[in-house]
């Protein structure tokens, strides 16, 4: 039964990660044939609000005080907001391959904060393996400085995209006992409707301006893509591994989306590989294997007690 729980886990994380790494090159597309960054980000947000809504008539139903109901407004804020907004609007920006290789920074961070938050160890291996992902980010980064395209990249975008992986672990470093707390539709209905209700007022005029012209059917089918597979299904897959998985063992699946994303991208003919994304690719991962591999605070203390 464990070994059923933990397969299901791991195909959970794997759809989510390939579903993502498809999205950045699926979703760029949609961005430079009609859509543009805000009006994408509202129609992930709203879209997959209402689905969520709906999915929640059929899940078991659970009480949420109004205590927890407030406290989903931080969540919103990080993990949706300004995430969200953040990765989307950047990926308008610059290229999806580089917009991949910065998702993987995300357990890096992940680290970081919970070393100020929740007070882990930092070792020497996450030291290294710090440097190591900046080091890449930094190449990465610098690079896009240099050629300023959407197919290279964009220094604009790839901050954007940065500060959105940062958003995303300061979720999960603050809000993961809410989150265990109740079931996947419970939370992000709740985070769901939180976004929309930050975002609609401010976004509702621009979109329908863009929906006032001609938007290719092909468009709409990636704009469906991006909302239903890699927001829905994504959110809910992603959740349902790290029910189960180790946060290090989750961090691990990080690695699926670039090599999905820049696969898709050079097929698509929407991005191009150069020797300083490989460069950068390698830095940034080995500098993640590097900080998940390193030990614990709970580690450490079963090897204190084991002496």
């Not at 500098?287 to 204190?304: A, I, Q």
Request: proline share 4%; hydrophobic share 50%; net charge positive.
């Amino acid at each position: 039964m464990k070994d059923n729980k933990a397969l299901i886990a791991h195909l959970a994380m794997f759809g989510a990660c390939a579903g993502w790494g498809l999205m950045a090159p699926i979703g760029k597309d949609a961005m430079t044939h009609g859509f543009d960054g805000i009006t994408m980000v509202t129609f992930r947000v709203v879209g997959a609000c209402l689905l969520f809504w709906i999915a929640s008539l059929f899940a078991p139903k659970e009480q949420v005080p109004m205590r927890d109901k407030l406290m989903f407004i931080g969540a919103a804020v990080f993990g949706l907001v300004c995430n969200q907004c953040c990765y989307t609007i950047g990926l308008s920006i610059t290229s999806p391959i580089n917009a991949s290789i910065v998702t993987t920074s995300m357990p890096i961070f992940a680290m970081l904060l919970a070393a100020l938050i929740l007070k882990e160890p930092i070792t020497g291996k996450k030291t290294l393996g710090v440097l190591m992902g900046c080091s890449g980010a930094l190449i990465l980064i610098l690079t896009s400085a240099a050629h300023a395209s959407d197919k290279v990249g964009d220094i604009r975008g790839d901050l954007l995209c940065l500060f959105a992986q940062f958003s995303f672990a300061l979720y999960l470093s603050l809000f993961n006992p809410l989150i265990r707390r109740y079931n996947v539709f419970t939370i992000n209905k709740y985070m769901f409707s939180w976004a929309t209700l930050m975002l609609l007022p401010f976004t509702f005029n621009h979109v329908s301006e863009v929906l006032a012209a001609p938007i290719p059917v092909r468009t709409w089918w990636e704009v469906a893509y991006v909302v239903c597979i890699g927001t829905f299904f994504g959110y809910i897959l992603t959740m349902v591994g790290q029910r189960t998985l180790r946060p290090t063992v989750v961090s691990v699946y990080n690695y699926v989306q670039p090599i999905v994303s820049v696969a898709a991208s050079l097929l698509m003919g929407i991005g191009i590989l150069k020797p300083t994304h490989a460069l950068a690719v390698i830095l940034v991962f080995s500098g993640v294997w590097l900080v998940t591999k390193s030990k614990s605070r709970k580690d450490m203390e079963k090897e204190k007690v084991t002496d």
